[in-house]
């Protein structure tokens, strides 16, 4: 259950902010297209349980204007100036370290500040569809008194050359489980995030069967940053192309 409209998605306070999807600090480092058009992809997925079939429908939304001034007023300005800017803060040397390379090595501290930065963003990102957020109001309180992802969790990496994934993101909600015919919005979700030479996957899962989704949808070509396995080389050892990229964005998890 999504949080009701009008208040904060994080601590359900009012005097609401436009939030950018894409933080305004990333404009001198990534291109984008200021004039024009921008599109905005949304893929929804719902299996068919018990059955092993999948519900799949995908959205290509092509709008004016430029995607940099893309914003959402869904955070208070508490949150908005006050701890998400510190998690801006604090990952926007990681993220300039991995682009120009100068980061060799992927400590479990700078995964830890990428993860719960590809967290923050995804569930900014979601709130552009409600009808399709996976996040529960308990994920959004525990995102912010926390300071880290939840427990149903899972984030990966890997550095990438995909032309068509330079600045773009995909968000694609998801049902599974045995609460499917009970459920108005989805209780999955994974989101895929491309920054110039950066990819970053972010999946969480709230489902009765919320373990065998996130094993469904690991990408063996990516490296996982959480929960913390070990340190990570950079550039990754895989470069993903334009065909992984969709291949990860669009792949169908059979789970029931």
């Given at each position: 259950?999504?949080?009701?409209?009008?208040?904060?998605?994080?601590?359900?306070?009012?005097g609401l902010t436009?939030?950018?999807?894409?933080p305004?600090?990333?404009?001198p480092?990534?291109?984008?297209?200021?004039?024009g058009?921008?599109?905005?992809l949304r893929?929804?997925?719902?299996?068919i349980?018990?059955?092993s079939?999948?519900?799949?429908?995908?959205?290509?939304?092509?709008?004016?204007?430029?995607?940099?001034?893309?914003?959402?007023?869904?955070?208070?300005?508490?949150?908005n100036g006050g701890?998400?800017?510190?998690?801006?803060?604090?990952?926007?040397?990681v993220?300039?370290?991995?682009?120009?390379?100068?980061?060799?090595?992927?400590?479990?501290e700078?995964?830890?500040?990428l993860?719960?930065?590809?967290?923050?963003?995804?569930?900014?990102?979601?709130r552009?569809?409600?009808?399709?957020?996976?996040?529960?109001?308990?994920?959004?309180?525990?995102?912010?008194?926390?300071?880290?992802?939840?427990?149903?969790?899972?984030i990966?990496?890997?550095?990438?050359?995909?032309?068509?994934?330079?600045?773009?993101?995909?968000?694609c909600?998801?049902?599974?489980?045995?609460?499917?015919?009970?459920?108005?919005?989805?209780?999955?979700?994974?989101t895929?995030?491309?920054?110039?030479g950066?990819?970053?996957l972010?999946?969480?899962?709230?489902?009765?069967?919320?373990?065998?989704?996130?094993v469904?949808?690991?990408?063996r070509?990516?490296?996982?940053?959480?929960?913390?396995?070990?340190?990570?080389?950079?550039?990754?050892?895989?470069?993903?192309?334009?065909?992984?990229?969709?291949?990860?964005?669009?792949?169908?998890p059979?789970?029931?």
């Amino acid at each position: 259950m999504s949080k009701p409209h009008g208040v904060c998605i994080f601590c359900g306070g009012k005097g609401l902010t436009k939030e950018h999807l894409w933080p305004k600090w990333m404009r001198p480092i990534i291109v984008f297209n200021t004039e024009g058009e921008h599109k905005r992809l949304r893929t929804t997925l719902k299996s068919i349980w018990p059955t092993s079939l999948v519900e799949k429908k995908t959205e290509d939304k092509t709008l004016q204007g430029s995607g940099i001034n893309w914003r959402l007023r869904i955070v208070c300005q508490t949150c908005n100036g006050g701890w998400m800017s510190k998690v801006e803060h604090n990952t926007k040397p990681v993220i300039q370290g991995l682009l120009d390379e100068t980061i060799r090595t992927l400590d479990e501290e700078q995964q830890a500040k990428l993860a719960f930065w590809a967290t923050v963003r995804t569930a900014v990102y979601e709130r552009d569809d409600p009808t399709w957020a996976a996040l529960t109001p308990d994920e959004y309180g525990y995102i912010r008194s926390e300071k880290k992802p939840p427990a149903n969790w899972r984030i990966w990496i890997s550095s990438q050359r995909a032309a068509y994934w330079q600045t773009r993101f995909l968000h694609c909600g998801s049902v599974h489980g045995n609460d499917v015919t009970d459920r108005k919005g989805p209780n999955s979700q994974k989101t895929l995030l491309g920054i110039n030479g950066i990819a970053l996957l972010a999946a969480s899962s709230t489902s009765s069967v919320a373990d065998r989704y996130l094993v469904a949808v690991t990408p063996r070509q990516m490296k996982q940053i959480w929960p913390y396995i070990g340190e990570i080389g950079w550039p990754t050892a895989q470069c993903l192309s334009d065909a992984d990229m969709m291949q990860i964005a669009y792949a169908v998890p059979n789970v029931r």
